[in-house]
């Protein structure tokens, strides 16, 4: 299905666009789109996450009533 593209319809959208628009500089735009910065070092994050998973995995044995070791 096509969009409506009566004027009507049109200026509708332009106007909700215009109300949602939110103005920011060429930083925050920067800041936005730029990785977030991790606070503590790599292999401490890895291991996390791996912790997280290997329980994450051990719990879904147990919901599913197999045996993991």
């Not at 109300?19 to 060429?26: F, I």
Request: glycine share 2%; hydrophobic share 45%.
């Amino acid at each position: 299905m096509l969009p409506d593209l009566s004027p009507g319809a049109v200026a509708r959208r332009l106007e909700r666009l215009r109300v949602l628009y939110v103005a920011v500089t060429e930083e925050e735009a920067r800041q936005l789109m730029s990785p977030p910065r991790h606070e503590r070092p790599f292999v401490e994050a890895v291991a996390a996450r791996l912790a997280e998973l290997r329980a994450l995995t051990e719990l879904t044995a147990h919901l599913h009533g197999l045996k993991t070791r």
